[in-house]
């Protein structure tokens, strides 16, 4: 079955780095436009950042071009996400997500994993 496994959360003081990783299995990932969707307290989902399948093309939510990175590495089976600069905004849960395929959208999504914590304090 699908899997997606995210880590690299944690505690990240203000005007620090992080870098998420998302270990797929059980679908050909490297056919697979992938995402990161994020969570904050309170609010509702935000996405972030979509990378299609070669690592040619990525899109990004305009609150976050520039902080952020999205990445994957097809041999791995493994999406990233790299911040930098974050901000107590930043803190959410963040999830990786598979875009649904042949819905010519974007911000459709068929399989998410369980989602990384990150929080930002000092």
């Known amino acids: 079955q699908v899997q997606l496994v995210e880590s690299g959360g944690g505690l990240v003081q203000p005007g620090g780095s992080l870098r998420l990783s998302c270990t797929a299995s059980?679908?050909?990932?490297?056919?697979?436009?992938m995402s990161w969707v994020r969570q904050i307290p309170g609010k509702g989902f935000e996405w972030v950042s979509t990378i299609n399948t070669v690592a040619g093309t990525t899109w990004y939510s305009s609150s976050m071009k520039g902080r952020f990175t999205i990445s994957r590495d097809n041999t791995k089976n493994t999406l990233y996400l790299e911040g930098e600069n974050l901000k107590n905004d930043d803190a959410a849960v963040y999830y990786c997500?598979?875009?649904?395929?042949?819905?010519?959208?974007?911000?459709?999504?068929?399989?998410w994993g369980q989602g990384t914590q990150v929080t930002v304090s000092s």
């Open positions: 997500a598979k875009v649904a395929p042949a819905t010519g959208s974007l911000f459709a999504w068929d399989y």
């Open positions: 059980g679908f050909v990932f490297s056919n697979s436009f």
